[in-house]
């Protein structure tokens, strides 16, 4: 074919209006993160490119609050760390016990699924209405019952808007042999967590939520629990996802830096950039600070009589709130009205929320009242309009 058959598209210049970003992630950048992501590309076998990795597992460590030497950040989305807690601690024939109340523990049992058809890991599921959360007796019955190599539980649920509690979690699941997995992918940063506290074993998160970075990096976690039962397995994980290769090259133990893939300096410097940040405003004011806006937006919203999907206070989620989108509405409806009338970006719901509820993030940079007022009168005013 020549060049000439298909013109050069024009539609490639199209400009955008960049909308207030409200929806359960991306988060807009804090601006010093736009101005890392502009910075040069250096070569990967120096020193400065390796300490930026050392930065990075530091700022690591404080974010998840562990000890850890095994933390790192894989190259890619929130799945990517899902697929590597996975695939690296289940070994083949193994038991994954998910505890599930929303989307994301149902991706584990596909990633989950997909590894047992040909190495045999088995899946078990245990759930709750999508609204709620699990009690410990729950789970601890549920282990017994199964017992399981591990167990997998999303921390904050960003397609039901409720957070689990997990303090005791890690606890109950060694009393019963299994190593505990935490998705805290749309939580981190905005709730308290505490990985060594909470004998958490692996966790996986990601920066376009709280983080208020770019998608494309995604820290990890280990515990010495974890930690052991990879240094010793028997099975191989993809190759791109093993995190005895990934640890020699992210210089867990300090004494390796040897090349595994090339990663993006841009998404380092990012994620860099954003821990400086969160360092620098300190953890507790970012979680109290998350907490405050939250709650303050549902106020708000309980002052236009706007319905939360989560009934219990406690169960809700301080980054990402599910809105009940009222009898009659049609939530693309909805959210094509919020964008083009008030520039701010929504979403629909999803998994056990499509169709019922609109998903809210006040969150990030944008963890603020005056977002928070700003979307609760957009929400209101929409509502208002599209009253059929
Ligand atoms: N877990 C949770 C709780 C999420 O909110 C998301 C993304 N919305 C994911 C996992 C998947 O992350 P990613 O899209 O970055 O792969």
């Known amino acids: 074919m020549s060049a000439k058959t298909?013109?050069?598209?024009?539609?490639?210049?199209?400009?955008?209006?960049?909308?207030?970003?409200?929806?359960?992630?991306?988060?807009?950048?804090?601006?010093?993160?736009?101005e890392?992501?502009?910075?040069?590309?250096?070569?990967?076998?120096?020193?400065?490119?390796?300490?930026?990795?050392?930065?990075?597992?530091?700022g690591l460590q404080y974010v998840f609050q562990t000890k850890s030497k095994l933390v790192l950040a894989m190259s890619g989305a929130g799945h990517s760390g899902m697929e590597a807690v996975i695939s690296n601690l289940v070994a083949p024939g193994e038991t994954l016990l998910v505890a599930s109340r929303g989307m994301w523990d149902q991706r584990a049992i596909?990633?989950?699924?997909?590894?047992?058809?040909?190495?045999?890991?088995?899946?078990?599921?245990?759930?709750?209405?999508?609204?709620?959360?699990?009690?410990?007796?729950?789970?601890?019955s549920e282990l017994?019952?199964?017992?399981?190599?591990?167990?997998?539980?999303?921390?904050?649920?960003?397609?039901?808007?409720?957070?689990?509690?997990?303090?005791?979690?890690?606890?109950?699941?060694?009393?019963?042999?299994?190593?505990?997995?935490v998705d805290t992918v749309v939580s981190l940063i905005g709730v308290e967590f505490l990985m060594d506290e909470w004998g958490v074993d692996a966790v996986f998160s990601a920066t376009q939520k709280a983080f208020s970075g770019p998608a494309g990096i995604a820290p990890v976690a280990f515990s010495a629990l974890a930690e052991e039962k990879i240094n010793n397995r028997?099975?191989?994980?993809?190759?791109?996802?093993?995190?005895?290769?990934l640890a020699n090259q992210w210089n867990c133990y300090g004494d390796t830096?040897?090349?595994?893939?090339?990663?993006?300096?841009?998404?380092?410097?990012?994620?860099?950039?954003?821990?400086?940040?969160?360092?620098?405003?300190?953890?507790?004011?970012?979680?109290a600070?998350?907490?405050?806006?939250?709650?303050?937006?549902?106020?708000?919203?309980?002052?236009?009589s706007i319905e939360l999907f989560v009934p219990k206070p406690e169960?809700?989620?301080?980054?990402?709130?599910?809105?009940?989108?009222?009898?009659?509405?049609?939530?693309?409806?909805?959210?094509?009205?919020?964008?083009?009338?008030?520039?701010?970006?929504?979403?629909?719901g999803r998994g056990p929320t499509l169709g019922k509820a609109i998903r809210v993030g006040i969150m990030g940079v944008n963890a603020t009242k005056e977002v928070a007022d700003k979307v609760a009168d957009a929400l209101a005013d929409s509502i208002q309009a599209l009253r059929k």
């Not at 050069?8 to 736009?34: E, H, Q």
């Not at 040897?258 to 979680?287: D, F, N």
């Open 110 to 140: 596909i990633i989950a699924n997909r590894l047992g058809k040909y190495n045999g890991i088995k899946t078990e599921i245990t759930s709750v209405p999508s609204n709620t959360t699990f009690s410990m007796e729950q789970l601890e």
């Open 6 to 34: 298909v013109p050069p598209p024009l539609i490639l210049d199209r400009k955008f209006v960049v909308p207030l970003l409200c929806g359960p992630g991306p988060c807009a950048y804090w601006p010093s993160v736009t």
């Open 144 to 181: 017994k019952r199964t017992r399981p190599e591990a167990m997998f539980i999303t921390f904050g649920d960003s397609s039901t808007g409720t957070i689990q509690n997990i303090e005791r979690l890690g606890d109950i699941c060694h009393k019963y042999g299994a190593l505990l997995l």
């Open 36 to 58: 890392a992501l502009a910075k040069p590309v250096i070569t990967p076998n120096c020193d400065e490119f390796y300490n930026v990795l050392d930065d990075i597992r530091a």
């Open 289 to 304: 600070r998350h907490a405050s806006s939250t709650a303050y937006f549902h106020q708000r919203l309980q002052e236009y």
């Open 234 to 245: 028997k099975h191989e994980p993809s190759f791109y996802i093993d995190i005895k290769l």
């Open 257 to 287: 830096r040897t090349y595994h893939h090339t990663l993006c300096p841009p998404m380092l410097w990012a994620l860099r950039c954003c821990l400086q940040e969160i360092v620098k405003e300190t953890l507790p004011v970012s979680w």
């Open 315 to 348: 169960e809700r989620l301080n980054t990402v709130t599910t809105v009940m989108l009222p009898e009659g509405y049609n939530h693309l409806e909805f959210h094509n009205y919020m964008r083009e009338k008030h520039n701010i970006l929504v979403l629909e």
